[in-house]
């Protein structure tokens, strides 16, 4: 059986193929697109609760900021400790070998505390 084709029939056949590969190429890429957006549409929202989350989170850490703060009132009318004799005897500009010995603190203790608030005036 011999199959000859004319020219016509072979341009019919390759424009055939090439609308079925067009159709093909539409309907696949329609898909892609829709994954796409299902994709975009899920990271939107992933963005949305990561934002909820962030508000969630900073308002959580102002309180904690407003609870330290609070905390730290408090302790300021707590009693003072010797760190906090020494500094002022350092302030009344009392040596450090003196301090160290009414605070009983070390004398290196004392010559920082000294330093230190010699430095701020």
């Known amino acids: 059986m011999d199959i000859t084709l004319t020219w016509r029939e072979l341009l019919v056949a390759v424009f055939l193929a090439t609308l079925v ?22 990271h939107v929202a992933e963005l949305h609760a990561l934002k909820d989350e962030l508000s969630a989170l900073k308002h959580r850490f102002d309180e904690l900021e407003a609870r330290i703060g609070a905390t ?34 070390s004398v290196s203790e004392a010559t920082l505390i000294v330093a230190m608030h010699q430095e701020k005036n």
């Open 21 to 42: 590969y067009l159709l093909e190429y539409a309907v696949f890429s329609r898909r892609r697109s829709r994954k796409t957006v299902d994709r975009d549409a899920a």
């Open 72 to 105: 730290g009132a408090q302790e300021a009318g707590a009693a003072p400790t010797i760190y906090d004799y020494a500094l002022q005897y350092a302030k009344d500009g009392m040596p450090a070998q003196e301090i160290a010995g009414r605070c009983g603190i």
